[in-house]
Every structure is written in C-alpha cells, then in structure tokens.
C-alpha cells in the first residue's frame, strides 16, 4: 500500500498498520487541562497512550520561555519510554486538530525519532469511518530504550529571529484578529514579531484534515527552507510546520513563540500603529 507521506498517514492506512505502530493521543484544550485526559479515558483508538500537553510536550512556566516552554528532555524521554517506544519505533500522534499531535511530532522529530506520522483528521476522523474505540486507562507494556539526539536545526529562537536580517520569512500562525493586534485574548500584549506574515493555521485544513498538496503549496507559496513559524505558544504552529514539511520545506519552530517574545519586553507591531 503507498504511504499519504512520510508526515501524515490516512485513516484507512491507519486502520491497516494498528496492531504495528504506537500511538500516541495527543488531545487537549488551553482552557481546560484535564480535558485531553478526560477524554482519552472516556474513548480513545485501541492501544493507544495519552500525552499530557502541560506535562509532557511542555515544561513549567517560568519568567521567559512562553506559555508551553520546550519540554524538559529527560521527562518526556522518560515518559516515551514507559509506553515502550526505541528509536525505531513507528510511531502515529493523534488528536482533534492536529496541533497537540502536530507538537508531539516535531517533539520526537527533534529528539532523533524519526519514524512517526500524525493521523490526518485526527480522532473526529477515525470515528467518521465508525471505528473501533476503546476505554478506560492505559496498559502496561515493556520499557522501551531512546538515545536522544537533539537536532537543533528545527528550532530558533528569539535571537535568531532578532539577527536574521530578512534572510528568512517570519511566519505567524495565530489567527489574523491576534496578527493585527485587534484583540488578543490570551496574552498580555496584543500585536506581532515586527516584520511577521500571517498564515493563520486552521487556513491549511478542511475541518480537521489538512488540505490536499497542489492547494498547501500556493497557500505556501513564497516560503523556504529556514523560515520561522511562530504562535502564541508554539502548539498550533506545529500545523503550519506540518503542512510546510508535507510538501518539502523545512521550516523551523520557535517554540516559546509570542508569549515568550513579550516576556521579553521586545518591540512588538500591530496594525493600527
């Protein structure tokens, strides 16, 4: 059977491969943290385990760092290896809009796991074809074993973005409301990284699918290899770096992203300035 791609895997391929993969539910929701968990035990893909956005995909907030700050390795490399994944695991994330799994992917991306995919459509997805769900907690499995090998080429950071001198596009992924600086509903500052463009994330997918290639690529149009995405707090970004691997571009990722550039005291630029 030929793979969607090396990012996203279907439904129906899914459905084929189960019994060969670990997957890895990703739900959540910023205003409730209990939410994803709730959920995964109430109903969740057969097999799968839950990651914890606050607690795993992130680390503690502190002064700087952004609301969902990159994780404390050793935590999450703890926690991987509990459902027993190994560097050659294959891997599918899940959730119900592609961030929270979409996170979780460049996550092990940038720890050397290689071999993982995100469900296109998600958990909503799965259930439309009227799959089997399970419930209730987790099981137990063998330890798995990783060796960490952190590519540091998939992140920036705000120094980069400081120094780049135009070289690379600045590419904010919130939605265009929150670029302009018209509102801002959960930050302390409204406004944008000056010089940023605005791809709002959800403009990349029908629902909770990402749209099809041949449409990604003129949404796309004009980016490359090195620009920087960013958002509020570098979780729904991962769609926008998602879409921009899926067909062929590298981007990077700046993880504290908005909420970790006004921590900063940096200049920010709205649209009625």
């Not at 463009?197 to 290899?225: A, C, S, W």
Request: glycine share 8%.
């Amino acid at each position: 059977m030929v793979m969607e791609s090396k990012v996203l895997i279907s439904v129906k391929e899914l459905k084929q491969i189960l019994n060969k993969v670990t997957l890895l539910d990703c739900r959540y929701r910023l205003t409730e943290p209990d939410y994803g968990f709730n959920e995964f035990v109430k109903s969740h893909i057969p097999g799968a385990f839950f990651m914890d956005l606050n607690s795993h995909l992130a680390s503690e907030v502190k002064l700087t760092g952004g609301r969902h700050p990159l994780p404390d390795i050793d935590i999450l490399k703890t926690r991987l290896e509990e459902v027993g994944i190994t560097n050659d695991t294959s891997i599918v994330c899940y959730d119900d809009n592609l961030s929270g799994a979409g996170r979780c992917w460049f996550l092990l991306k940038y720890m050397g796991i290689l071999n993982v995919r995100v469900l296109n459509g998600g958990f909503d997805e799965w259930n439309k074809f009227g799959l089997v769900v399970e419930s209730g907690p987790e099981r137990k499995v063998p330890p798995g074993h990783i060796d960490v090998k952190l590519n540091s080429d998939l992140i920036a950071t705000h120094e980069d973005i400081l120094n780049q001198s135009n070289k690379h596009k600045i590419i904010d992924a919130r939605e265009t409301y929150r670029y302009e600086g018209r509102k801002e509903p959960i930050d302390k500052i409204a406004g944008r990284i000056p010089g940023a463009i605005n791809i709002p994330y959800t403009e990349l997918m029908n629902g909770t699918v990402m749209k099809r290639k041949d449409e990604l690529k003129k949404l796309l149009n004009g980016l490359q290899d090195g620009d920087i995405l960013y958002c509020g707090s570098g979780v729904t970004s991962c769609v926008n770096f998602l879409a921009m691997e899926y067909i062929g571009i590298r981007p990077k990722l700046y993880v504290g992203s908005y909420s970790d550039w006004i921590s900063r005291d940096l200049d920010v630029e709205r649209d009625q300035d």
